[in-house]
Structures are given as structure tokens and as C-alpha cells.
T-cell receptor, first 117, second 118 residues
Framework: AQTVTQSQPEMSVQEAETVTLSCTYD???????LFWYKQPPSRQMILVIR??????QNATENRFSVNFQKAAKSFSLKISDSQLGDAAMYFC??????????????FGKGTRLSVIA | DTEVTQTPKHLVMGMTNKKSLKCEQH?????MYWYKQKAKKPPELMFV???????INESVPSRFSPECPNSSLLNLHLHALQPEDSALYLC?????????????????FGAGSRLTVL
């Protein structure tokens, strides 16, 4: 079974600074998908960024980027120019290929990010 | 419409009550999921429906009864719950596809139903 590990229960960052959240995972599969989801106090789980394992290029979405190291099974999230609205719980998640259509997400324990004004 | 809608947002029930949580999506997704989330914990998978058929049941107690009456709706029927069942219940949906369409692998979540069992 796949597992996802987030070793930082809490992080803080100064507004406008950069912060990196860590995630490692364990799998024997060669093809899979990785995600970072954000869950603010409003509790809505929001997709931040996704990465396909078969792509070598790191995904980017505006101020959010990942450092995907497939051999090391590492998938860190970098948030640049942090904003107060980035404060939330961040979950790293793994998903096997959806060829069968119903593979669920496997979540890490989460990292709570605080943004200091 | 790119949303998953969950109702009610909040539910308080006694241990002898029967209630239901409802989830609706109109994105044409044919996989739907129920997750349970306790405070400061990650979501835990409960059930997965594929093409309106139950495909995964993560050994959930029978006091939780899922139902998928059509491709847009997912219900979770609750009966004789315990106080430890109090949690946020999240619904999600996703497309079906082979590899190559990466968007198919994204789960879209609803805002959740906060359940309190007294």
C-alpha cells in the first residue's frame, strides 16, 4: 500500500517570503499522480497543484511550484510571495492511475501553515 | 458547473435519530467518494462509487449506509450513530479515464457536512 509522509506538522512564514513544505511517499508503482490540496478554516478542500509522475518537468501554478524528485520519492511544495490567504492546512496526496476510475486519494497527515503579517 | 454541493452544512443528531447527508455534482463525473475527517487529521476514505455501483467500502460500520441513486447524487444515510462519529464528512467526485488525461485524476471536493452526534 502507498503511504504519504509530511514531516512538518506546522510551519510559519512571513508575508511576502517563500516557504517550502515537504512530502515524501512510498510506492512500488511507476505511474501515479501527486497533489497538494489546501484546506483553509472554511474547510473546503482546494486543489493547489498536481504532478504526473511520468512528467519530468516540475509543475507550477502562479506562486506555487513543486520540486518532484521521483527517485527520492519526494514532492515538496514551494509557495513564493506568501499571502495571508495562504494560511491553511496543506495536504500532500497520492493517487494511483485512474485506469480503473475509482482509485482514491491517499493523504499525508498535513502541514498547518501560518502566515505572519 | 464545477462544484460539488453538500447539504446540510451542519447537522446535529441524537444517537437514535435517522438522518442523511447529500452530495450533488453536475460535472459528469462517474466516480464519487465519501471521506470522514476528524479535527486536525487528514480525510479518511469511507466509500467509493463507480458508475453508481459501490466499488470500495473501507470496513465502515453498518450504521453508515451509502446510496448512489443516479450519476449526480450521492447520499450517506446515518442511523444509530455514536458520539465518536462526530466529524466533517467530505464528498468528492472525479472523472473516469485512462492515462493521458491528467484532469481525470483530480478529485473535486465539496465543502463538507459537519456532523455532531449527541
Amino acid at each position: 500500500a502507498q503511504t504519504v509522509t509530511q514531516s512538518q506538522p506546522e510551519m510559519s512564514v512571513q508575508e511576502a517570503e517563500t516557504v517550502t513544505l515537504s512530502c515524501t511517499y512510498d510506492t512500488s508503482e511507476s505511474d501515479y499522480y501527486l497533489f497538494w490540496y489546501k484546506q483553509p478554516p472554511s474547510r473546503q478542500m482546494i486543489l493547489v497543484i498536481r504532478q504526473e509522475a511520468y512528467k519530468q518537468q516540475n509543475a507550477t501554478e502562479n506562486r506555487f511550484s513543486v520540486n518532484f524528485q521521483k527517485a527520492a520519492k519526494s514532492f515538496s511544495l514551494k509557495i513564493s510571495d506568501s499571502q495571508l490567504g495562504d494560511a491553511a492546512m496543506y495536504f500532500c496526496a497520492y493517487r494511483s492511475p485512474a485506469t480503473s476510475g475509482n482509485t482514491p486519494l491517499v493523504f499525508g497527515k498535513g502541514t498547518r501553515l501560518s502566515v505572519i503579517a | 458547473d464545477t462544484e460539488v454541493t453538500q447539504t446540510p452544512k451542519h447537522l446535529v443528531m441524537g444517537m437514535t435519530n435517522k438522518k442523511s447527508l447529500k452530495c450533488e455534482q453536475h460535472m459528469g463525473h462517474r466516480a464519487m467518494y465519501w471521506y470522514k475527517q476528524k479535527a486536525k487529521k487528514p480525510p479518511e476514505l469511507m466509500f467509493v462509487y463507480s458508475y453508481e455501483k459501490l466499488s470500495i467500502n473501507e470496513s465502515v460500520p453498518s450504521r453508515f449506509s451509502p446510496e448512489c441513486p443516479n450519476s449526480s447524487l450521492l447520499n450517506l444515510h446515518l442511523h444509530a450513530l455514536q458520539p465518536e462519529d462526530s466529524a466533517l464528512y467530505l464528498c468528492a467526485s472525479s472523472q473516469f479515464s485512462g492515462t493521458g488525461y491528467s484532469g481525470a485524476n483530480v478529485l473535486t471536493f465539496g465543502a463538507g457536512s459537519r456532523l455532531t452526534v449527541l
